[in-house]
């Protein structure tokens, strides 16, 4: 396949030429009535190839002359109907004793995953397609499924990126996700920071304290009673209606760090639970000092991973921990993630479960107090690369 950039410049008034005239690839230029109206446009062109033609066409026009100018009157009519209608086009095979049809469409090549551009176009010996040219995008820059957004008038555009940050989507970031969330204290109050923030549902602190530690270079929160904060899951789909987790096709996880200012006397604590029923959405707990216990239950199985503290984090209770849940839907199964290790889920039978918001707090027979920061949520499953990023984005100045 031969790829070819070449520009158009259609004259839209032909009157006198402007003094000042358009130097980008693609940029249209406009002046009082008594100058000239200037298109000009670069396409990249494809032979044998022809777009898709389940795009809708916005306009279809019979083109003759020699192959170079059947070319160039499509290309001509596609610069004159500009970037907003015209992005992309098919011209049909050339017969020296027929016109060719040319097609034209609103949508462009570019702004589609990585995955999805080579089915853009199909193979059709004799056909030539084209498209709007963009520097930028022309090679699909963009890295880790990122989508290619072009500026046309200035030649420059971005990658929109998913999981991933950085100027072409190369660094590994969950975070950044139109839907996620991330609640902290850093400013002494509850805010979310997070890039889908505006679309989740509000959340509130309770009757926690925000406080400074030595270990800490930003304020986190003191929970002890029942009310610390509570997370409103309404726009959680995957975190609210546990009776159809399988729903959740991009999986989702769920985390935060924690640590407890001391030792239980006995019995268990729960630092968080979903609801106030018996049953719980989800509930993290530590039972009788022996080990940590975190629950997901759906409408009628109850998950579970159980961490004993001496044969893994001896120090629990003078350390920060980071605390996870992520759903795979690929395996159809729940983790469970404590700092940077994957634990065993064991899975029993339960009769119910509520799905109310999460709820920080004291719900246990103890009244021990906790520290807590760097609430986390977005809609993807995580793998254990993408728990240490978390970790690593979230942990600055703890000890």
């Known amino acids: 396949m031969v790829r070819k950039i070449f520009a158009v410049l259609a004259l839209l008034v032909h009157q006198t030429i402007a003094a000042e005239t358009c130097f980008r690839s693609n940029c249209k230029k406009e002046g009082s009535s008594d100058s000239l109206t200037i298109n000009h446009a670069s396409f990249t062109q494809v032979p044998d190839q022809k777009i898709d033609p389940a795009w809708p066409i916005n306009e ?100 929109k990126c998913t999981g991933y ?96 200012l001391w030792k239980t006397t006995g019995g268990s604590f729960n630092y968080l639970i979903q609801g106030k029923a018996t049953k719980q959405g989800l509930t993290f707990n530590s039972v009788t000092n022996s080990d940590i216990r975190l629950h997901i239950e759906t409408s009628s199985t109850r998950h579970m991973c159980t961490l004993p503290f001496a044969t893994y984090k001896p120090n629990w209770f003078k350390e920060w921990t980071f605390i996870a849940v992520t759903w795979d839907p690929t395996n159809r199964k729940w983790e469970c993630i404590m700092d940077n290790h994957i634990i065993q889920i064991t899975s029993s039978s339960v009769t119910s479960s509520s799905n109310g918001p999460i709820v920080f707090g004291n719900q246990g027979s103890d009244e021990t107090k906790f520290l807590m920061d760097d609430v986390v949520y977005y809609p993807m499953y995580s793998t254990p690369e993408m728990i240490s990023a978390v970790m690593d984005l979230t942990k600055s100045g703890r000890n």
């Open 165 to 260: 940050s950085g100027t072409l989507c190369q660094t590994l970031d969950p975070l950044h996700h139109e839907e996620a969330g991330h609640w902290t204290f850093d400013d002494y109050t509850l805010s979310n920071t997070g890039i889908g923030a505006n679309t989740l549902a509000t959340s509130e602190s309770g009757d926690g304290i925000v406080l400074e530690t030595l270990e800490r270079d930003s304020p986190v929160l003191q929970c002890q009673t029942t009310n610390c904060l509570t997370i409103d899951n309404t726009n959680m789909p995957c975190l609210k209606d546990y009776t159809s987790p399988y729903g959740c096709t991009t999986g989702v996880t769920f985390g935060f760090w924690l640590r407890p």
């Open 60 to 159: 279809t026009l019979q083109v003759s002359g020699t192959q170079e100018e059947r070319i160039r009157a499509c290309t001509e009519r596609c610069t004159k109907i500009g970037i907003h209608g015209c992005r992309s086009g098919n011209l049909s095979p050339y017969q020296e004793n027929a016109p060719s049809t040319c097609d034209l469409f609103t949508y462009g090549i570019y702004a589609h995953s990585i995955h999805l551009v080579p089915l853009l176009r199909i193979v059709s010996t004799g056909w030539t397609s084209f498209h709007l040219f963009n520097s930028f995008c022309e090679g699909y820059p963009c890295q880790n499924g990122g989508i290619c957004y072009p500026h046309f008038l200035t030649d420059e555009g971005y990658c």
